[in-house]
Structure formats: C-alpha cells, structure tokens
C-alpha cells in the first residue's frame, strides 16, 4: 500500500516545478549571517563623539563598518579574492578611509558613513612598501604612498597626484617606511640589510628631495619590525642581538645613539624578537614622546623619550596585550594582564605619567573554549566629567570580536571564524525522552529476554526522570512572571521536531574552531576551539553515530591532518552538545592518508572509521574485538582507493584479513599532460527511489546504478587555449575498471562536478566560443536488469549505455551540489552558487541528455522538453531571492524528515540557511491553508445534516398522518 | 414503523371522514361494510356479500401446451441478454475513445461491473431458468455472454493504458540492489 502511495506521489512529482518563496514567507526558513573575516585593521571612527562605527579591514578583503552597540554590519565591500583585492593599508581622516589595494595598485578613498565610494584611482606598479597621512599646519590634506622605487603624494579630496618622484637608489635600498609629522616633510625610510639606513626627507610641496643621509646601522634589516618614530621625530629602533635601544634624529641624522637595555636595567626574554609601538594621536602632530617596548610574551614597558635619554614610566608584567588610544587632548594605554585563569584585567594608564587611571578596571572572562586574545582595539571616550572611559574590543585566535563595556559586560560578539567554514555535516537532534524510549526499545536488535528487559528499566528509569525533571521545570517557571520565561532555544531544550526540519549544523573552519549552529534559527549553540590547529591543516568530518541510537550519544570524528608533516590528530566529540567524547581516540604515528568509513557498527552502534597510513596499513577506530571479528568476516568486501594528483595516479586497494591491503588496481595518468583535480564518488547516504526511466511505449529504460563508481577529472596542463581541454573519466572503484571517459577538447576549468544517481553533471569554460558550458552524461544499463537483486562490480559484464549532452550557461559558477531527500522519489535539482551572490535552483530535468532534438509523440508521452542549447536563468529560481550570499564556496545539501524537503546550507564568506522544494510541498498542507474555512465549513455541513435529518423526520411523520 | 396509516388493523381503516361526520383522526371499523362511507366508496348500495365470495372471475390455470413455449421463449430471453448488449456496449466503446478522464472510466467501470455483477449472480439466474427444457444451453450462453462483456471491457482497459502489462507498471517495487562491496577513499589528503 505504502508503495502504491509513493508511485502515487512519482506521479505527482513529475509534473512540478519549484516555485519562488512568497513575499509574507521571507525570512520564515531562510537565515543569513554576513561575515567579515579575521580583522587585519580596525579603526573607530573618533570623528564625532556620538559615532558608533568601528572599521574593519579584513584578510578576506573585505571593508566593513560595524555598529558598536550591536555588532551588526552598516555595511561591507568585498574585494576580489586573493593578492589582487588584499588590503594593504587603511587611511583614516576624519569621514573618510582610503584604502591601499592589491599590492599598491588601486587607491580608494570611501565615506564612512554611508559607506559610498569617494574616488579611486590606479596608481602606478610597483609592489607597495608603505603609506601614511601628510598634514601640514594642522590640517591633513594628503597621503604619501611608497613602493619599491618611487614615493607619490596624493590629495584626499580627490586622489589627484600631487607629485611622484623616483626613489634614489631604489636598487640597493630597500625602503620600508614613509613617516611625516606635519613640519611640511615627508620622510622615506629604507633599509640595506647589515649595512645602513637610508633617510629621504621630500618636501610635501613639491617632492623636492631636502635632505639625503644614509646612517650605519649593521644589525638592522627590517623597519617596520622594529623600529618607531617617536617624539620629535626620534627613529627608535630596538634590536636583541645587541640589546640595544638606538635612536636617530630625522631632523638632524648626526648617527645613530645607542642606549643599552642593561643601563635600564632591562633584559629581554630569551628568543624573543622585542618590539616596539609609537603612537602618532594626529597625522599632522609629531608622535607622542612615549612609546610601548615589549620585551616577552607577557612582558611590556611603558617608555619615555626625553632630549635623548630614556625614562622608564611603567613596568607592565605580567601584561599580555597592550595598546594606545587617544580621545581629545587625552592619550591613554590599555594593558591586558591576566587575573586568573579565566580572566583577564583591562587597566587604563595615562601614558604621560604612566598612572593608573581610576575606576578603569575591566574584566573580560576568557571562554574555556575560545583562543586566547590576540589583539586589543581600544576606544576611548570623554565622560562628562573629563575622565576617559573605554569600550575594548578584543580580537582572539579563533578570529572572534568581542566588544566589552566597563565593567565587563560583553556587548556583542561576533565569530568571524565562520567567515571560512571548511567542511560540515547536519546531525539529527535527539528525540525527546517519550520518543526516544520508543526508538530505544523498537529500534534495535532482539539480544536475548534478559537484557530485553533490563534494556527496557533503564530506558523507562530515564523517561520517569526526564518527566520529573519536565514537571520540575514547569513548577520552576510557573512561580516566574511570564515574561522572564525564556523560550528561545538552548541546548537544554533541544529536540527534534514533527517532520525532523530542525538539526544541527556542525561547522569546522580553517582557524581549527567548531561550532554547533541551530539550522532553525541559526544561533550559535555551542562552539569548541581547538589550539595547535596547523595553518594548512586538512580537515575530514565524519557522522560516527547518530541519534538514531539512544541512550548512546551520538558521536562525531573530525580528521584533522597537517598537510606538512602528513601526521594527523583525531577530535571526537558529541555533536549536540560540543563536548570532547570520552572515547579516547588512538594516537596515529604514521602519517595518514585517507579515512574511510565503513557501515559496520560495533556494539556501541558507533560505525566503524579506517584510517589508512603511508604504508598502506589500515586501523581501525573503534578498534574492539567485536570490531575487528566484523571486519575479519567481511574483509573481502572491504575496498578503498587513493588518488594521488601530484603522480597522477589513482589506485585500488583491497583489504587482507590482517589489515594490511593489497593493491587490486591502478590507473596513472601522466602529470605532464594533465592533472586530476577532482574526485567525485556517491553520497553514501543517498537513496534512488526508481531504478529506471519510463519510455514514451512505457517499456522501462534501466539506469546504471553504481555505488562505487568515481568520477574524475582532469585539465591539461597545456593551457594554451587552441590546445587545452579537460577530461572526465567514470571508473568502478573497485575493480579499477574505466566505465566511460570523455574529453571535452578547447576548454578549460575550473571544473564543478556533481555525481549522483546515474548522472554526473560538469561545468566549464569552453575557449572555443568563450563561454560557459553544463554537460551531463548518463548511464543506463539498458532495457533489462543484469541482476536486479544485488550489485556486485566484480560481476558486471556488459558496458552501460552512455548519453551526454551539453548546453550554455549565461553565467559562471562558484559552486554546485544536488539536492538530496529522505527517500529519493523527489525530483532532483541542481543548487548552483553563482558568483553575484545567488543560489540557483536549477531543476534536473533541463539537464537531461535525452531532450529531443525532433519532438516525437513518445518524447511528449515521457514529458521530455525539446532540447534547446542554451539554459535560461529564471528568476524565481533563485532560492535566495535578494539575500546574497557573498563568495559562495560550498553548498550543503541533507535530507528531512519530510520526503518533499530538502535542507540547504551554503557557506562562503555568509552562511545562509533555507529550505527548498523540488517538487513543490505534496506532502504538508500550505502555509496559507484556510483551517479555519475548511473547519467551519465542515462544523456548518455537520449541524446541516443534524437539523435536516430531525426535520425529515418530522416531515415523514406529518407526510404519514395525511 | 407503529403508524396509525399502515394496515395491520383487523377491519378496515378509514382516515377520511364523511363529509357530515366529524372529521376524526382515525377510527377503527370492527364490521365490514357497515358504515355508511364504506357503502358510497363501494358503491353497492346495502348487498353484502357472504365470506369468501370475490368479485373477481377466478382464471383458468389449467396448463396449456403455447404456454410452455412461452417460456421457453421467455428463458431464452434471460440467456441472450448479455449477448445482445455487445453491439451497444462496442458502440459506446468507440464513442468514448482511448483518452483517460473521467467519463470513460465512468465508462469501462459500468462495462465491466455489469457481466461481473451478472456471473455473481449465475445461481439466481440459473433458478429464473430452471423451468425451461434446455436450461444448460441457456446458462452456457449466459456465461459466454457474459464473459465476452467482461471480456470487452478488458479489452476497452488494455487499450486506454489501465492495465499493468508493461514492465514500467512495476518499476515501482523493484526494491534497490543491494551493493557486495564497500568501497571509498578520495585524494590523499
């Protein structure tokens, strides 16, 4: 009966297309959440006193304005990704920023406070060095930029260049720094390593170069590391292989003073390279004659410049962060000391005096599972009284901002780890205490009457303490005002619901941090950082246990490897709650070089992972008995392959009963013609509801349903554009055997493949016309089923059949994935993440290599669309509607409860979270359904027949009496 | 139903009054024609007739040889329905076409429910028959009647696509293969 409903329901299906979200339904499924990326500058805009803003200058590209009391966006730019949008300096005067851009080549100048563009010009090659603000008489009026060889001064009012002049001996000289201070100089520093310094004083006239002096500085190499101009243009350098503190008058440029730490009774940490900060409160003011010396991690000093000699002010230590601020007349320094363990103090001190201000103190609790604080923006501000008062923000290792108010309280937070989500996986929540005491006892295997029954006394033992603790909170809340009853969620009360919409997204990012967001609302709900993550770290993410197995908690496994040493570590933890599992995982010596799950459990319901190491040996984990006697029996079946793209080879392996493997297959395709650059196999935990295609005469066409079949992909090294060309090659992964290949001659990547079903869909640029292209191949085993029972590759003697087609696209893609549904009866759409910040929802049925060239009375019959070259982008399509999504890199696609939904995550700089329908909502009633209609109607029907069945009768009756 | 109307009384029951008496709601008449508006409907004046006297001529039932051929006829009739309803039945066949809505299947559902409805009920005709000399030849023409309607109406099935003799009618319960090898990997991380 079941399945007769479900053809019922195919049928249905055929003829639905998606339609676009009503207006009334915006934001009902749907949450975005705009990132930023890890902040490189920050300015807070002191132009007004009122302002709220906070400017961000990130290493994703991107310039953001950020409300201070919220940490909402006002608003963002996205650059270009890579070295051609990276930001290399940020400007700040007064309502405007200018922006150095790609390595010196565009200067931009935007209005902080609507966030619009100023102007912006090109400026000339030449990698960027530095840039800074030129005042004269107390206005700021320019911005000198410097670059390898020349130095160029350009207005702030329109970007026009002032002058440019060529730097002298730029062949030799490294210049590094430019400085002014508003006396009418521009200064340009440079560098010849071990030997001297270089000093150009330009005139901010007219360029003209006023003074030339180069200063022996043997121990020098780098400005910017460790140097400083402070007071009356004072250059400060501090370097630990001497142990010195030198100074250098600009002004003057007599020689080089040094002043040895010893004489201050300093001494710097052992490794350790010193450093130091200056603060300049206005670009056409000299420097303050303070300045900030760090000598070790936690060891910081509070320094004074005077006539030459060096006072100390304030020994800072422990100190982990320091920084300056400046509100009116007014500068301060901020030091972050550690209080505790889990706390951290914030103290303003007054760096003319170095004192410490009163009622300055700020607490800023370190979250166990956060990094540690990198980086301290301070905002100062004038109280009513004339006493500073400061808001910080703190910048942690894991990327995330936390603005803290005095006297600690958190304004708002925000994750811009998120901003580089690299992998995920969406887990089913647990089933309330009710539900899952009925999973428990229904869902597993019978093991014998007696633990049958001792099974079912815990499970109810943990259903009456559920209920307890239900009625306990119910009687709790009931003494509370209503008001204070929260009812948002919390991990407390998490639980799947009606139609399994809601689960949990488990996000990793490249900063090593996790987090556990609520697809629903998108709150963050737990998160969980993990130090010692190696910058090019590889990460893998499996689902060992589900929830499906109560009272067993579900259990995650994250691989993480680092891609220099080869060795890897595994995290497992609980993906509900986020907390570290008490499985200990097994130490991996060796290094690793894939992971496989299997569909084996142990006895804990905990799917078996293999990790494969260097020597092609395989462990597994969990590694019990049990375990190990299951993959014992079933080793024969047990294959794996490895693609190795830097050999160009692409091998089989299969596993001995002693874990060891033995190479079956191997494929080598040779690196100086072409590189793989992707690998496609099925999703596991995908379904394929019909094994065949209905013909117009209503035989059945049967499809090729491989379950290990690979997809690869290649691109020829040779990118010449009459000469290149891609190649995809269909191999069993078993047997090594090569179903199918095609070259797609003129074209080049990149490539986006998406494999499932029978069909693998690919894009790429075609050189020839210069443009993009969709080609889609599929396999049919043709009008009979070799064996319709089992699949078995090693037993396939007939080749399938293969189709392709191949259509324009108008667009290029970032990114593309299939959508996915419990039961697989749903027709499929293709989820296409454009690179103007749509999703598009193009259904599959437009990629089909059977589209008609001539249409036929069959091809009408199988409801096939007559081909036609060129896709057509429709608006409705888009499942985001004006929510884009900035640089999409990855969709996620996971089944629902519902067999007509599928939920979608796509993540890039943003998240966004929704919900499509691929063949509408045949199985929920709609949003906008009329209960209250049908219900009266039915109640008004219902009293109908009440009254006219009493009033026949009384007719009857009368009718009798005649 | 207790109603006074019904004719379970032992006598006569009137609800109509004479036009000079009292209209009652029902009266009960132990005496037969008694009563003076028994006498007008009756129209015989005071003659009653003595018990057991009818008016009517009573027919003569002696069985006679034309009769017998009646019924033989008569049975005939019976059997060869099924058969004469074909000619009908084809030309709403060819009427209604081949396309699947709602009154062609109103259609075949009628044709086919009716032979069906008729061979359920084979006994109970085969009783109607039993009277005549050749009574199995009438039933073996009765069924193949029948039989040839069924027949038809499978036939009208066969042609608008209702039956399930392609192999895409099952495609739905081939169950999905189960797979021998387990198999993954990707590139090397």
């Keep these: 009966m079941g399945k007769l409903i479900l053809l019922l329901l195919n049928l249905i299906v055929l003829y639905n297309i998606v339609a676009a979200v009503f207006e009334d339904q915006v934001g009902k499924f749907d949450w975005r959440q705009q990132y930023v990326g890890k902040v490189r500058f920050s300015h807070f805009d002191t132009h007004m006193q009122s302002s709220k803003k906070v400017l961000l200058a990130t290493e994703s590209n991107v310039f953001a304005a950020i409300n201070t009391r919220t940490g909402d966006l006002f608003w963002r730019h996205v650059d270009k990704t890579g070295p051609e949008g990276n930001i290399d300096a940020v400007l700040h005067h007064g309502q405007d920023a200018v922006l150095v851009v790609g390595n010196g080549r565009v200067l931009r100048s935007w209005d902080i406070s609507v966030g619009g563009l100023n102007w912006e010009i090109v400026l000339d090659s030449g990698s960027f060095r530095s840039a800074c603000l030129v005042g004269q008489q107390g206005t700021v009026k320019h911005a000198a930029v410097l670059k390898k060889s020349v130095i160029s001064l350009h207005y702030l009012s329109n970007g026009h260049q002032k002058w440019v002049e060529n730097l002298p001996e730029s062949e030799t000289v490294n210049y590094q720094a430019v400085h002014s201070d508003g006396n009418g100089q521009v200064y340009a520093l440079g560098v010849v390593s071990h030997s001297h310094i270089a000093v150009v004083a330009y005139s901010a006239e007219d360029g003209e170069i006023i003074k030339q002096v180069s200063v022996e500085a043997p121990w020098l190499s780098n400005i910017p590391a460790s140097c400083a101009v402070v007071g009356q243009g004072m250059l400060t350098c501090v370097d630990s292989t001497t142990m010195s503190i030198y100074t250098l008058d600009l002004y003057q440029q007599l020689q080089m003073i040094q002043i040895p730490l010893q004489s201050l009774g300093l001494e710097v940490d052992p490794g350790f390279q010193p450093h130091l900060v200056s603060h300049q409160p206005h670009p056409a003011r000299q420097p303050l004659s303070e300045f900030l010396l760090q000598l070790g991690p936690d060891h910081h000093l509070l320094l004074q410049l005077n006539n030459g000699q060096i006072v100390i002010l304030r020994d800072f230590k422990p100190a982990l962060l320091v920084s300056f601020a400046t509100t009116g007349e007014k500068t301060v320094a901020a030091v972050m000391s550690p209080k505790n363990k889990t706390a951290c103090g914030i103290n303003l001190f007054s760096a003319e005096s170095g004192r410490r201000l009163l009622d300055t103190t700020l607490i800023f609790t370190v979250d166990p599972n956060a990094g540690k604080p990198e980086r301290l923006h301070v905002q100062a501000f004038l109280k009513k009284d004339d006493s500073v008062g400061y808001r910080v923000m703190v910048q942690s290792e894991d990327h995330a901002l936390t603005f803290i108010q005095q006297p600690g309280r958190v304004m708002w937070t925000r994750e811009e780890a998120l901003s580089d989500v690299v992998t995920m996986e969406m887990v089913d929540l647990p089933l309330t205490g009710t539900q899952a005491e009925l999973e428990g006892e229904f869902g597993k295997k019978a093991d014998g009457l007696m633990s049958m029954v001792l099974k079912r006394l815990s499970s109810q033992l943990i259903m009456l303490q559920t209920w307890v603790a239900h009625l306990w909170k119910l009687f709790y809340d009931a003494r509370k005002p209503r008001s204070q009853v929260k009812n948002d969620v919390s991990i407390e009360n998490l639980s799947r619901d009606e139609f399994n919409l809601q689960k949990m997204m488990v996000m990793v990012t490249s900063s090593g941090k996790l987090f556990g967001i609520d697809s629903k609302t998108g709150s963050i709900l737990w998160k969980h950082y993990l130090d010692n993550i190696p910058s090019n770290a590889a990460f893998n993410l499996m689902v060992q246990r589900t929830t499906a197995h109560f009272p067993h908690p579900p259990q995650c496994t994250l691989l993480i490897k680092d891609k220099d040493s080869g060795l890897a570590a595994l995290h497992v933890f609980n993906p509900i709650f986020g907390r570290k599992s008490q499985v200990a995982p097994p130490a991996l010596s060796q290094p690793i070089l894939q992971s496989l799950l299997l569909p084996l459990m142990d006895q804990d319901y905990a799917k078996v992972l293999l990790l494969v190491d260097d020597q092609y040996k395989v462990s597994a984990f969990p590694s019990t008995k049990n375990v190990l006697q299951q993959l014992q029996e079933t080793a024969a079946s047990i294959f794996f392959y490895l693609v190795d793209s830097s050999q160009g080879r692409l091998s089989g392996y299969r596993l001995r009963t002693d874990l060891s493997t033995e190479q079956v297959w191997e494929v080598v395709i040779p690196v100086e013609v072409q590189n793989i650059v992707s690998v496609k196999g099925k999703r596991p935990n995908e379904h394929v509801h019909s094994q065949g295609r209905v013909m117009g005469d209503r035989s059945v066409l049967y499809k090729y349903l491989n379950p290990s079949l690979l997809a690869v992909v290649t691109e020829s090294t040779d990118l010449h554009q009459e000469r290149s060309f891609i190649g995809i090659l269909l191999i069993d992964g078993v047997t090594g055997r090569i179903i199918h290949e095609a070259v797609q001659r003129k074209a080049r990547g990149p490539v986006h493949v998406v494999h499932s079903e029978n069909w693998v869909v690919y894009e790429y640029w075609s050189t020839k016309s210069r443009r993009n292209e969709f080609s889609v191949i599929e396999l049919y085993e043709g009008m009979e089923l070799y064996n319709s029972t089992v699949f078995s590759s090693l037993d396939r003697p007939h080749a399938p059949q293969v189709l392709q087609q191949s259509y324009i696209f108008p667009s290029s893609i970032s990114t593309m994935e299939a959508t996915l549904t419990e039961k697989g009866i749903t027709s499929r759409h293709l989820l296409i993440g454009l690179p103007s910040g749509g999703i598009l929802s193009l259904p599959k049925m437009f990629l089909d290599p059977r589209r008609p060239e001539i249409v036929s009375e069959q091809s009408r019959e199988e409801n096939l669309i007559p081909y036609a070259p060129e896709l057509i982008i429709r608006t409705e399509w888009f499942i985001n509607y004006n929510q884009t999504v900035s640089r999409v890199r990855g969709i996620y696609t996971a089944p629902s409860g519902l067999e007509s939904t599928c939920l979608v995550v796509a993540y890039g700089l943003d998240i966004y979270q929704t919900r499509v329908y691929p063949s509408k909502q045949f199985d929920v009633l709609k949003d906008d359904y009329d209960y209250m209609l049908i219900s009266s109607v039915l109640f008004a029907l219902f009293f109908a027949t009440m009254i006219s069945k009493r009033l026949a009768e009384v007719k009857l009756l009368n009718r009798a009496w005649r | ?189």
């Design chain 2, 1 to 189: 139903m207790a109603s006074p109307g019904g004719q379970g009384g032992a006598g006569a029951l009137s609800t109509r009054g004479g036009s000079g008496v009292r209209r009652m709601k029902w009266t009960l008449e132990l005496s037969l024609g008694n009563t003076r508006s028994r006498d007008r409907q009756s129209g015989q004046g005071d003659v009653v007739y003595p018990i057991g006297y009818s008016e009517k001529p009573v027919p003569d039932t002696s069985i006679q040889e034309t009769d017998k051929n009646l019924v033989e006829k008569r049975c005939w009739d019976v059997a060869l329905g099924p058969l004469k309803q074909i000619p009908m039945n084809l030309f709403i066949m060819y009427m209604s076409g081949n396309t699947i809505s709602i009154f062609p299947i109103m259609m075949v559902c009628m044709m086919a429910w009716r032979p069906i409805q008729a061979l359920m009920s084979m006994s109970a005709t085969f009783k109607l028959l039993e009277s005549s000399s050749q009574q199995w030849l009438q039933g073996l023409v009765y069924l193949i009647g029948n039989l040839l309607g069924a027949a038809l109406a499978i036939y009208k099935c066969q042609s608008m696509g209702l039956l399930p003799t392609h192999s895409s009618d099952w495609l739905a319960f081939i169950e999905p293969p189960q797979r021998m090898e387990i198999m993954g990997g990707g590139m090397v991380l």
